[in-house]
């Protein structure tokens, strides 16, 4: 069967931005902005955005443009007979883990979405009601199992659909919608009485704020917004066409990110701090303090409306890519049907999903490591799996990889006069992104 390409530029930087941008920008930047330190964290993340985990996100289209190939098959292809399958093992299951407790937070999201739709966050609600709201909502059994299984269900449609037809159509529709979605949502909340000190925590950077644990925190975010180190953007990447640019498209996809995350805390913060409200709210941000803030601030019922909208998009277009995965791993590797795959990738991670959303509730017990199922899996890709496969990955492209092979990759084998900035990217990737993010992450253990 011939492999399908994405048909365009426009179309590979949508599925790549599609996957990047998603509860990353919108759910977990803003509250980490918060809890850092607001401008000195973004500060330290735009380092870490351009310098270390771009080139990490080119390795991986590389290795998939290269062996057009499955994150399995693709490390066979590549080298052959030799232990690096198991990273392409690993690169299969991982992000299998990730889109089941994902596609939890994109049930909650359909959830608050109806909830919005429904005019429920009503003006007088005071936000430590809103924070009961989401603790019951969250630890109950059916409600967001329900949520769950919806978002669920709409990823396996699209994915079904295929790469051209589903992926890249549904990305060419909802990017452009997202973006616009979350300028207006921003200008809403620029434009409140107070939103000026909000403004100014996130961009007048207190630099005292910077400490290992701040760079460990915005070294880890980066690597989750940009889909890194589980086969993901490799698996993108093997349908990007051999004409493309591949420094040029991963280039505007981090910056797409980059901006979309700024967009998201410009969504965020100004409303929170002209609510007199705390940013270091964690994790509740978006669930609690945001749709308390909704409810009390004049046009707020549409905000919350499309703020919630935009949350499903942005999820869904993460999701599908997390999917992708395992589909692409068992049409090629083990002869499935895409639908066939689908619906076997569908039945395992609606089951650990299932488990994860009752982990909050019923299966609150159950702990593995200290930790819930959910925060066990949460820790255990972010915190474990994403940065050593992505460490993984910059070593087998730097240097278990021909240089040739890479200089060839990144300048189509010569055709596109970028010699000098190749050379730099291939450096980047040989010393300083293996470096730095060994050392980022052994101090973190340390201090
Ligand atoms: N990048 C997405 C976000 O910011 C989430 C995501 C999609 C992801 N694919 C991934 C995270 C692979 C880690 C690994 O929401």
């Known amino acids: 069967m011939e492999r399908e390409n994405f048909g365009n530029r ?24 918060g809890s850092y330190g ?4 973004i500060f330290v993340y735009i380092f870490c955005v351009f310098l270390l985990c771009l080139p990490i996100f080119i390795s991986e289209v590389i290795v998939g443009r290269r062996s057009r190939s499955n994150a399995y098959g693709a490390f066979k292809k590549l080298a052959p007979g030799t232990r690096w399958k198991w990273l392409g093992a690993v690169s299969v299951v991982t992000p299998i883990i990730v889109v089941s407790y994902y596609s939890v937070v994109g049930g909650w999201s359909v959830e608050y979405f109806f909830k919005s739709v429904t005019l429920d966050f009503t003006t007088g609600i005071t936000r430590a009601e809103m924070g009961t709201m989401f603790g019951t909502f969250i630890s109950s059994v059916w409600a967001p199992i329900i949520g769950h299984t919806i978002f669920l269900l709409l990823t396996a449609f699209i994915i079904v659909a295929g790469v051209k037809s589903g992926i890249e159509k549904f990305g060419k529709i909802m990017m452009p919608l997202l973006f616009v979605l ?30 290992a644990t701040v760079c460990a925190a915005a070294l880890g975010q980066a690597f989750f917004t940009l889909s ?39 969504a965020i913060m100004p409303a929170v701090f002209a609510f ?29 409306i499309l703020f919630f909208l935009a949350l499903i998009v942005a999820a869904l277009t993460s ?24 619906v076997l990738v569908f039945l395992v991670a609606w089951i650990l999903g299932i488990l994860c959303s009752l982990s909050f509730g019923p299966l609150s017990d159950i702990r593995i490591f200290g930790q819930t199922i959910f925060n066990f899996f949460d820790k255990l890709s972010a915190n474990v799996l994403m940065p050593v496969g992505g460490l993984l990955i910059v ?53």
């Open 10 to 33: 426009f179309g590979v930087l949508v599925a790549m931005a599609g996957s990047a941008i998603g509860l990353g920008n919108l759910w977990r930047f803003p509250y980490l902005v």
């Open 38 to 41: 607001g401008a000195a964290f």
């Open 182 to 211: 979350i300028i207006l949502i921003a200008i809403r909340a620029a434009t409140l009485p107070g939103a000026g000190d909000g403004l100014k925590y996130l961009f007048k950077p207190d630099f005292s704020k910077i400490d």
């Open 228 to 266: 890194l180190g589980v086969g993901t953007i490799l698996t993108y990447g093997s349908y990007v066409s051999k004409k493309e640019n591949i420094i040029a498209s991963s280039t505007y996809t981090a910056v797409s990110d980059f901006l979309f995350a700024i967009l998201a805390s410009c």
């Open 276 to 304: 007199g409200l705390n940013p270091q709210e964690g994790p509740g941000l978006v669930f609690e303090t945001l749709p308390f803030i909704f409810a009390n601030m004049p046009l707020g019922w549409l905000a919350a």
């Open 319 to 342: 999701s599908i890519s997390l999917y992708e995965v395992g589909v692409a791993y068992l049409v090629e590797e083990r002869k499935y049907s895409r639908r066939g795959a689908s």
């Open 395 to 447: 070593i087998f492209v730097g240097w278990a990889m021909k240089k040739n092979d890479v200089l060839d990759e990144l300048t189509n084998g010569g055709t596109l006069k970028n010699r000098g900035i190749s050379s730099f990217v291939l450096f980047l990737v040989r010393y300083v992104c293996p470096l730095a993010v060994i050392a980022v992450f052994l101090t973190a253990v340390i201090f």
